[in-house]
């Protein structure tokens, strides 16, 4: 058989190390630190699209990292453009981060062989950092070309010679710009390497050169160096003692435990199948340590790894990702004791033949049932992996557990003029504010008011309808009770609200509807949904209020004072009305919790229900339209916990599936569109879904 | 002279054939038609459904791969049934050439007891087997459904690998060791390489102990659902209400794919491995 040429391996190699990134990148959840990161670079980008350059270098947020690597993914959000948000930016991060991960691991491949470079590429816990919008992709690369243009440069002090020990001080100052750890636990081998070559009269002039780049690579620096390095530096020692590294308590030997281990493996055993390379390559490094150290042209990979061992061994703080700093290294000396093993046991096997005389042979028809059984099941696994990593983006989960939620039960939604969001639950109503720099977590304010059922906003601030009656909230958060004195109700529950165009409030309550005119009077309605509770209001464009109780939609036309009632007779049964909403065209959509969703179109009642196909359950819980015109439906699962949510684009339902989706398949309660284009998904006990809309969702408006 | 046999009797010989083929087949048939069909059916009311796939989904293969821990299972088995072969094929045949070329105390003691161990059904040790297990804290692990296996394939593999042994002449390692090997050497570089088939014949026994076994995985390994091996984990997806027959056919469809690939590739050592074994003793 003819050898695979080194050119192949290479190629082979990058191409590999290139889809394992791009699949992790595609497929990983999103880390703890990539929000702040991404954060970071759409405030970069904003303040680079506006020109507003002293705000780059003076930008307050994650000053505790260089800035160098943060821009590049603001490089990315300035390549999306309008489409630039926390979601699309994040994958745009990745994408680039997973490009600077493969570039490590060519730059390995022509410096240190394919072999070093495959380990590179198979290394579990290098491809998840960086394959996630983490700062380790750039410096690791930079640490290679530091550490190999050092490795190159001779003795001699040929111009040629002096120009690798230059650039390699370049690369060391840029890595110290992206992250400043690559650079520091490669420092004891830079200058080992220095020494051991009789070169030791550069460092300082080499050391000028790379603090020199790491300054202009770092322009947060260009203002007040010093007294922001000292911040830094003050950061680090105050973050060591703080809460977050208190609370992971790790002991002082974690680096090697998650070197002797495959930890995101264990953390991913979606994206990464089967165990691990990544501990028998440590010990494979550990077992080359005394052969390296006796050959004169390794041993500074010795001092790289033991060194380096022992900075993140004394350092307070073990994140996993600091290991990263130490896996060049590492395949750098396992690379030749695989070599060296694979060596003797081919010179074994030739002399014996055993392999010859063993070897299995399976016939031609069990080696393509073996291809096919895995082919097949990798391509539906992918498949269906892909398809619910590209259907996540954009989709998050607020839990009453984990959020500022104070229950996982959203009863109703409104996005405020202010770009604030009210949600209504079993608790009052929590508006949630987000927050001024994308690092700082979202503000959330608590409003006492009882279980909610609805609210609404109008000029005088926010109506909320809950058992204890209606209140009205002012934009300073200071709520009073509105709750009108009806007659023939000896205690009002109010259990919905809206606000027509004309600045009337029109109420839903437990014995027919109400509405407040503008002069402050209010005037009970009683024949709103014919005397009963009325759960549901709509107000028509041409004037018309729609009223949706139980078993009964009511129309009523307040200029000529007339009612119209839609009953048993239409289709409504007993089942309640949970919403009802009057689209863009005229047509009057109600959701009834059990019996399908019925459309009028002016003339008769049209129904949507699981026997016409149209909707894979009959109780409809939330309707919202978009700005597109695309109706977007809440269903509840019969029997069971759980429910569906459905897109209609006026011609097909697109079912919003966990297979499909980031949906969890949560039983929608409320649905509500905020000025951000994030669809808001209030549920029964899961909290809040939200989902960024593309752009050109909410932008072009479907005629249907 | 062998005479040929009429028309009619050929024509009746086949038919006996082709309707024994289509019994034998038709139940593999009838799982993959309703691994393809939507809506967790086991049936369908098209009567040309019932024969030829009229409808097709891979949603139920999506489920087990993606949704239902199939591949979780599979790996199990995969571990579970390759170390009982490989463990099998270490113990059994160091044992059987043990048996085949040494004379020792007891020698011929312990092959009968091994034939009088076989004779005592594996159901019936069950419970014992569990409390050994229990004792040795190996109760739920992977490793002590591996001792369990290995156990009992031992009997029979022992004696169909020494029985393999004894037909191959003890010249051959004899000359070895006049070039210098020792016992060892000359059982792994002689003796092993010449006694292939009926290694092959103990790593399927192996193998198939290991994967296809309902009762001992699911006692000895009864939770939780990242443990259970394919058969178990299969029959875990019913319930008292459903059965998710598309699910169920998908996945009986798969598991039974590895075991054939590893057929596929012992196959043509299986024959002689198997009678030249079991005829001498």
Redesign the interface.
């Known amino acids: 058989m003819k050898p695979v040429p080194l050119r192949g391996w290479l190629l082979a190699v990058i191409v590999l190390a290139a889809l394992l990134r791009l699949w992790a990148a595609l497929t990983l959840p999103v880390d703890f630190d990539e929000p702040v990161y991404v954060g970071a670079a759409l405030d970069y980008a904003r303040l680079i699209r506006q020109g507003d350059w002293v705000g780059v270098i003076d930008y307050p947020g994650n000053r505790q990292h260089p800035a160098l690597h943060k821009l590049i993914y603001a490089g990315g959000a300035l390549l999306l453009g309008d489409a630039a948000n926390q979601t699309t930016v994040l994958y745009a991060a990745r994408l680039i981060a997973a490009l600077l991960g493969t570039a490590a691991v060519a730059l390995l491949a022509y410096t240190a062989g394919p072999l070093a470079a495959g380990l590179l590429a198979f290394h579990t816990l290098t491809i998840k950092y960086t394959a996630q919008a983490y700062l380790e992709a750039w410096p690791l690369t930079l640490s290679i070309a530091a550490v190999s243009a050092w490795e190159y440069a001779g003795r001699d002090e040929s111009a040629r010679q002096r120009l690798w020990w230059y650039a390699g001080a370049v690369a060391w100052g840029l890595a110290t710009a992206a992250k400043m750890n690559y650079a520091l636990v490669a420092a004891p081998a830079m200058v080992f390497l220095l020494v051991e070559r009789g070169q030791w009269r550069r460092l300082p002039g080499l050391a000028g050169v790379a603090t020199l780049t790491f300054v202009i690579a770092n322009p947060t620096l260009w203002h007040h160096p010093l007294e922001r390095l000292a911040a830094m530096a003050g950061f680090w020692m105050t973050y060591t003692q703080g809460h977050e590294v208190q609370a992971a308590n790790y002991p002082w030997y974690q680096p090697i435990v998650w070197l002797a281990t495959a930890p995101a493996v264990g953390w991913h055993p979606e994206v990464f199948f089967g165990p691990g390379l990544d501990p028998w390559l440590t010990l494979l490094a550990l077992i080359a340590l005394p052969a390296a150290w006796r050959d004169p042209q390794r041993r500074y990979l010795v001092v790289w790894l033991v060194g380096g061992v022992l900075l993140l061994l004394v350092w307070p703080t073990k994140w996993p990702q600091y290991t990263l700093t130490l896996v060049v290294p590492i395949v750098r000396l396992a690379a030749p004791v695989i070599m060296r093993l694979v060596t003797w046991l081919h010179d074994f096997n030739d002399y014996?033949g055993?392999s010859t005389?063993?070897a299995?042979r399976?016939?031609r028809?069990?080696l393509i049932?073996?291809s096919l059984?895995i082919g097949?099941?990798a391509t539906?696994?992918a498949?269906?992996?892909v398809t619910?990593s590209i259907g996540s983006i954009g989709w998050r989960s607020i839990s009453a557990g984990h959020g500022g939620l104070p229950s996982g039960a959203i009863y109703a939604i409104q996005p405020l003029r202010d770009g604030r969001v009210a949600l209504g639950g079993e608790a009052g109503v929590t508006i949630w504010q987000a927050p001024v720099v994308s690092e700082d977590p979202p503000r959330w304010y608590h409003l006492p008011l009882g279980h909610v059922y609805a609210l609404t906003e109008t000029s005088a601030g926010l109506w909320v309808a809950s058992d204890r009656g209606l209140a009205l909230v002012r934009e300073n958060n200071n709520w009073e009770w509105q709750t009108p004195p009806l007659p023939l109700h000896a205690e009002v529950l109010v259990r919905t609200v809206a606000g027509g165009p004309d600045g009337t409030i029109w109420i839903g309550t437990n014995a027919g509807g109400a509405v407040r005119r503008n002069d402050g009077q209010w005037q009970p309605l009683p024949q709103a949904a014919q005397g009963g509770m009325v759960i549901a209001i709509a107000i028509d464009p041409k004037g018309a209020v729609w009223f949706g109780g139980i078993g009964v939609v009511s129309r009523y036309i307040p200029a000529s004072d007339t009612w119209q009632h839609f009953a048993r007779d239409d289709g409504f049964a007993s089942a309640g009305v949970a919403a009802i909403l009057v689209d863009q065209r005229g047509n009057v959509w109600a959701a009834t919790l059990g019996n399908g969703l019925a459309r009028w179109n002016g003339v008769h009642w049209e129904w949507l229900t699981t026997a016409n196909r149209q909707l894979p359950a009959q109780t409809i819980t939330t309707l919202l339209e978009a700005a597109s015109g695309e109706l977007w439906v809440g269903a509840a699962r019969p029997l069971t916990t759980g429910g569906f949510l459905l897109r209609y684009d006026g011609q097909t339902w697109h079912h919003y599936l966990p297979?499909n989706s980031g949906f969890t398949g949560a039983e929608p309660l409320a649905l509500a569109i905020d000025q951000s284009n994030v669809l808001w998904i209030g549920t029964r006990a899961d909290g809040v879904l939200t989902y960024q809309l593309t752009p050109w969702q909410g932008k072009t408006f479907l005629f249907w | 002279m062998i005479r040929k046999p009429s028309r009619s009797v050929q024509i009746l010989q086949y038919t006996i054939l082709i309707l024994g083929v289509l019994f034998a087949i038709y139940p593999l048939w009838f799982a993959f038609l309703a691994s393809g069909r939507t809506g967790d059916r086991l049936y369908t009311l098209n009567l040309l459904g019932m024969f030829i796939p009229t409808e097709w989904t891979f949603e139920n293969y999506r489920a087990m791969i993606f949704d239902r821990p199939l591949l979780t299972w599979l790996r199990n088995s995969i571990y579970v049934a390759g170390v009982t072969t490989v463990a099998s094929l270490v113990i059994t045949t160091s044992a059987a050439f043990a048996f085949s070329r040494f004379k020792f105390y007891g020698r011929e003691f312990a092959l009968i007891l091994l034939l009088a161990i076989q004779t005592f059904p594996g159901v019936l040790s069950l419970v014992a087997v569990a409390q050994l297990l229990t004792a040795l804290g190996l109760y739920g692990k992977h490793e002590g459904l591996i001792l369990a296996y290995t156990t009992g394939t031992l009997v029979f593999s022992t004696w169909n690998m020494k029985g393999y042994f004894d037909t191959i002449p003890i010249e051959l390692e004899e000359a070895a060791m006049i070039d210098g090997c020792g016992p060892i050497q000359s059982f792994i570089l002689i003796a092993l390489p010449l006694a292939r088939p009926a290694l092959a014949v103990t790593a399927l026994l192996g193998f198939l102990a290991g994967w296809g076994d309902f009762i001992f995985a699911s006692v000895l390994v009864p939770a939780p659902d990242s443990m259970k091996l394919v058969v178990p984990g299969l029959f875990s997806l019913a319930n008292s209400q459903s059965v998710p027959w598309g699910n169920f056919a998908a996945g009986g469809l798969l598991i039974i794919l590895p075991t054939i690939i590893v057929f596929l590739s012992l196959q043509r050592f299986l024959v002689s491995g198997l009678t030249v074994g079991g005829v001498k003793g």
């Open positions: 014996w055993w005389l063993m299995l399976p016939p028809a069990a049932m073996l059984f097949f099941i539906v696994y498949t269906a992996l619910v297979r």
